[in-house]
């Protein structure tokens, strides 16, 4: 079973984002690091593998030759190669551009599933894996909270406001995973030290094959045109429970003229 | 020499911040405050081969050098969490596998490197002899039959109670005429699985949360095989270790030092008093600053003295500078620290006041701060024996 990962470097999900204002851009030159939701794919494609299934697992990202360091991240995971789309001509790529990047990449070869995390922790889109998906005409479930194989079948948990939803599809397909999905184990200190040993190829769009007019900022159609801060909360009122809670609520509401 | 961090440097250094960040302040304050062993923290280390890591690659360890496996050490502490607990487990084999026969390389290295066995106990120091090693009382004579008969008392024994193994140091003879006054001493790998109630552990409480005890040994009886390497020459075997050990543990410092720099130098920035940041004021900002260069300047040498001990270079010097100045920082950046918090340091959720008690150990241990003057005084610059 071929399994692919695609994942994201961004800044340092710890440190205080910042807009260049400038550019309507975030602010990349500080500390990169793997994206940490898609630990929870690279866990889930290394607990299949465990469970006895033969199993490739790649790891496929989009970025900047800096990014190399967060593959080898990736790899140290549990990734047993990666593939590296590093161009410069990839820089400004929105959605509809980078997915077209992932999508080229991943049709060069036949993998039977496509994990994604279940957002960037830094533009939170949450939409990578529907956007691969229809470019490459799979079928797609969002926030697995967990994954069943059954020989050439899938069966997908998926967490929805109300419960779970169980989905069975088809191989090949394309899943976002829940963080809540499993907890990633740290990477050993073997794992880290052999990371780079591991099969890396490096493409540039022309290996890839992909029209550097389709990605980047030409294949972009999306623009910042401004920003602003989400307006702040209002006055709020803190109800600690203290067995009257529930009085102190409904006092609150009949009073604001939400219930009579 | 190199000042940037190599690539898998770096990746070492994010890998144990990584599996750090699994254990926040709250964990170490409730350890604290039972005075308990980290043992989930020390598991996670284990499993992740962090603490095998200069076990060499052919007995299953991670085979670095001392350099990239002081970082471990460095960044456990930077992330705010204690090396102390579980340093040992790093070097203390370096005796087995610098002075270990092949049988006990084999036997003990992969199962030390796996965590099967936990070696980080190390029985050198006494009531009554301090840092006068050569005056140490433990005697293991040798019996008819071969095996060794050990009775003595051995104090500041540190995670004793977490190890399968100890490494003991005893007196086995007395230096004849001709031979070195430090001929005598022997080093015995001891099972403590096996040792039964012939070694009595008596916990000794202390200002931190470090698990060190007395040990009373009565009759202990180790196999022919428990000593390592040569009857004897045991003192040169644990001076032989202990420039590795000093490395580590200036390391471990510099990780503390950067943590309360960092930490300072954001609550300076933050609090506001009189209607400006505090760290506005050069009484605040200048010793945080100072601090961060005694810091960074001790680094150097930590650096320089595991350079030339991965090279096989003697480095004694430098291995005890390091320790030196390395101790001396972390104080220094403790209490610009704690000085910069004001009460609040004292607070318990803040961890300034538990980072304080804990590098306040390393001016005192593994060896006292006067001990490397004395050496840098006598052997380095040739003064008279001051002691």
């Not at chain 2, 070694?199 to 949360?209: K, L, Q, S, V």
Request: proline share 4%.
């Amino acid at each position: 079973m071929k399994i692919a990962i695609c994942v994201k470097e961004v800044p340092d999900p710890t440190a205080e984002k910042r807009i260049d204002p400038g550019t309507n851009r975030l602010v990349r030159t500080g500390e990169n690091t793997l994206n940490p939701y898609d630990r929870h794919a690279i866990e889930e494609a290394v607990r299949i593998k465990e469970s006895g299934v033969e199993t490739e697992i790649s790891i496929v990202l989009v970025g900047p030759a800096s990014a190399a360091r967060t593959v080898d991240k990736a790899l140290a995971q549990g990734g047993d190669r990666s593939v590296h789309l590093a161009d410069d001509g990839l820089a400004d790529s929105d959605i509809l551009a980078t997915s077209r990047a992932l999508a080229a990449l991943l049709e060069r070869d036949a993998y039977d599933l496509v994990l994604f995390g279940q957002q960037a922790s830094d533009a939170e889109c949450y939409v990578m894996a529907a956007a691969v998906a229809e470019r490459l005409d799979r079928p797609c479930v969002s926030q697995a909270a967990s994954l069943t194989l059954d020989g050439s079948t899938l069966r997908v948990k998926r967490q929805v406001e109300t419960g779970y939803d169980t989905v069975e599809m088809p191989l090949p397909a394309v899943v976002s995973v829940s963080d809540a999905i499993n907890e990633p184990r740290y990477p050993s200190l073997p794992a880290i030290m052999g990371a780079k040993r591991k099969p890396h190829e490096v493409l540039s769009l022309a290996d890839a094959g992909i029209d550097p007019d389709t990605v980047g900022g030409a294949g972009s159609r999306t623009t910042v045109r401004g920003l602003s801060k989400p307006a702040g909360r209002g006055a709020s009122v803190r109800i600690e429970d203290d067995g009257t809670a529930a009085e102190k609520i409904l006092a609150f509401l009949v009073e604001n003229k939400v219930v009579v | 020499m190199a000042f940037d961090l190599t690539e898998e440097q770096d990746a070492i250094r994010a890998g144990v911040a990584d599996l750090c960040k699994g254990f926040d302040g709250e964990y170490w304050r409730q350890l604290d405050r039972d005075q308990a062993y980290p043992e989930a923290f020390v598991s996670a280390l284990t499993e992740g081969g962090w603490l095998g890591a200069l076990v060499p690659e052919e007995y299953g360890g991670g085979g670095l050098t001392l350099a990239d496996g002081s970082l471990i050490l460095e960044e456990i502490n930077h992330q705010g969490c204690n090396a102390g607990a579980c340093h040992a487990q790093m070097y203390t084999m370096g005796t087995v596998l610098k002075h270990g026969s092949a049988a006990q390389k084999d036997r003990y290295l992969p199962a030390i490197a796996s965590g099967a066995l936990r070696l980080q106990a190390f029985g050198v120091t006494e009531p009554d002899a301090g840092s006068n090693t050569l005056a140490l009382r433990t005697r293991a004579d040798r019996q008819a039959d071969g095996t060794w008969l050990v009775n003595g008392q051995k104090i500041w024994t540190s995670r004793f109670a977490h190890s399968d193994l100890m490494l003991l140091l005893a007196r086995t003879g007395t230096p004849g005429e001709g031979q070195k006054r430090w001929w005598g001493l022997s080093t015995f790998l001891v099972d403590l699985r096996e040792a039964g109630a012939t070694i009595e552990a008596r916990p000794i409480r202390t200002m931190m949360n470090h698990a060190t005890v007395e040990l009373f040994i009565n009759d202990l009886v180790l196999p022919a095989d428990a000593l390592v390497g040569e009857e004897g020459l045991g003192f040169r075997y644990i001076l032989d270790g202990m420039n590795a050990e000093r490395i580590l543990i200036a390391a471990e410092c510099v990780g503390d030092g950067r943590w309360f720099v960092e930490k300072a130098s954001a609550y300076a920035t933050q609090r506001e008093v009189f209607g400006r940041p505090i760290g506005a004021n050069q009484g605040v900002q200048f010793p945080i600053a100072r601090a961060h260069a005694a810091v960074e300047a001790a680094d150097l040498m930590r650096r320089k003295a595991a350079a030339l001990f991965d090279a096989g270079q003697p480095c004694g010097p430098e291995a005890n500078m390091a320790k030196l100045l390395a101790s001396e920082a972390s104080w220094q950046a403790a209490n610009a620290c704690l000085d910069t918090h004001g009460g609040f340091g004292f607070a318990e959720e803040y961890d300034v006041e538990r980072k304080f008690r804990e590098t306040r150990l390393y001016m005192t241990a593994p060896v006292n701060n006067n001990l490397i003057l004395a050496y840098l005084g006598q052997n380095v610059l040739d003064m008279p024996r001051s002691y």
